[in-house]
């Protein structure tokens, strides 16, 4: 979706991917190699003015290799905060974000102590590499504790109190090389088993909005970005609580193609080449479904002209996300009722298909 958008603004791509036939193929030439072959990477900054990330498992190395050959963003630095938990989460309180209680845990006897203090339910995490709620187990009695240590121990860790949020939300916003930002209306975002499942935009609330992007305004200009970054939080009954941030376009994002003036893909492009921000104004009421582990036909038929389809071309796999939906309608009753007919027919043949993981 990225290599669409430069195309569309007449830039042209190339893509560095260790998979066999990775969607961005679609798009541009591509150099299969591993992040960390810096040959790769050595080929990849001679071959272009600008390189950009939207992967968070990049390793860091691979944009030290990068950042001193070409034109590098966002900087390394957010992709190193971002990639700990830990840092994260220290990152988001030394800019007075609020966070959900947390602790470190390296060791079963940490855990033991940890949970005595922040109480249950908790979750427990691995502090890199986690994503769609892998990495990650709620510990919701005594009798959990062996099973979360089993399956996540010996890693580096931390434990977070489960917030008992009333929703999640995210704040995407962009900054350009001249500082100059833009954030997209407040989203509202609806997971099952830590998977985006919905994503629903403008949220309905200012005073929530405000305190976001004031968050959004701290994290950007603290990390110097330059970029698409994504902010995700808890609306709980202690007011927002952030969660995470992704130094990149995201998915919750991805409703902002048709429903917004300018999409995250075109502002990130903009940014990192230098170009001028578009607006991030809102069309009407929008929706996002997401369609994980298979396209059914009955999405791939959809008539309704509010409604689009994105296929990723991927593979399909259980609990992979293969492509999305979007609708746009004139009123929030609108836009909800169609989101549900999609979130129905999605259900309706997962359970038929047993595709969640
Ligand atoms: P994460 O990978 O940390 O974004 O977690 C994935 C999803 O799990 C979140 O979007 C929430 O739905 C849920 N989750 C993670 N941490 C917590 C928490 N401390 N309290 C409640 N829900 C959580």
Not at 12 to 30: I, K, Q, S
Not at 73 to 85: E, F, G, K
Not at 173 to 199: C, K, Q
Request: aromatic share 6%; glycine share 8%.
């Amino acid at each position: 979706m990225l290599g669409h958008a430069a195309q569309a603004l007449g830039h042209t791509c190339r893509f560095l991917d260790p998979a066999e036939n990775p969607p961005a193929a679609l798009v541009g030439e591509t150099i299969r190699a591993d992040y960390d072959d810096s040959a790769a990477l050595c080929e990849l900054a001679a071959a272009s003015d600008v390189v950009t990330y939207e992967f968070e498992n990049v390793p860091v190395d691979a944009l030290q290799t990068l950042a001193p050959r070409t034109v590098l963003y966002p900087p390394p630095d957010a992709l190193r905060l971002a990639q700990d938990r830990l840092s994260e989460k220290q990152l988001f309180e030394k800019l007075g974000i609020p966070v959900p209680p947390y602790q470190i845990v390296d060791s079963r006897e940490d855990l033991v102590a940890t949970i005595a203090t922040l109480g249950f339910p908790a979750v427990l995490k691995t502090r890199r590499y986690g994503y769609d709620g892998k990495g990650q187990f709620v510990i919701r009695d005594g009798g959990d504790l062996d099973s979360a240590w089993t399956l996540l121990g010996g890693r580096p860790l931390i434990a977070e109190a489960w917030v008992p949020f009333e929703r999640e939300v995210s704040i995407i916003g962009a900054r350009a090389r001249d500082g100059s930002t833009r954030t997209w209306p407040l989203t509202e975002n609806r997971h099952t088993d830590g998977i985006l499942r919905v994503s629903l935009a403008p949220v309905d609330d200012a005073a929530l909005e405000r305190v976001a992007v004031r968050y959004m305004h701290l994290l950007l200009d603290q990390l110097d970005y330059v970029g698409v970054l994504t902010l995700e939080l808890f609306v709980s009954g202690n007011g927002l609580l952030a969660n995470e941030f992704a130094p990149r376009v995201h998915n919750s994002g991805h409703w902002t193609i048709e429903g917004a003036a300018t999409s995250q893909f075109e502002n990130h492009v903009r940014a990192v080449c230098g170009a001028p921000l578009g607006s991030t104004r809102c069309r009407d009421f929008v929706g996002m479904v997401n369609l994980i582990g298979l396209i059914p036909a009955a999405i791939r038929a959809l008539p309704d002209p509010r409604t689009t389809l994105h296929d990723y071309g991927k593979t399909a796999r259980a609990g992979r996300k293969l492509g999305h939906v979007t609708v746009v309608a004139p009123t929030a009753a609108e836009r909800d009722r169609l989101v549900a007919d999609l979130d129905h027919i999605v259900n309706q043949t997962e359970d038929l298909q047993g595709l969640l993981p």
